[in-house]
């Protein structure tokens, strides 16, 4: 499994609670949806890192 790094993130208010509501409406919490926008925008530019053996 791969590790989590923790920081803090400065988000506006509107922003945060449009992310909250959408990740209730998907049934995750508010930092597994964050990571999930991430996810789909990295994947989106094609930037996803490269998987190592064993992941």
Not at 2 to 25: C, M, V
Not at 29 to 53: C, D, H, M, V
């Amino acid at each position: 499994m791969s590790k989590k790094k923790a920081f803090a993130l400065r988000i506006n208010e509107e922003t945060f609670r449009a992310i909250e509501k959408w990740a209730a409406d998907e049934f995750r919490s508010t930092n597994g949806q964050i990571e999930w926008i991430l996810q789909q925008g990295l994947k989106s530019a094609k930037r996803l890192p490269k998987k190592k053996e064993g992941d």
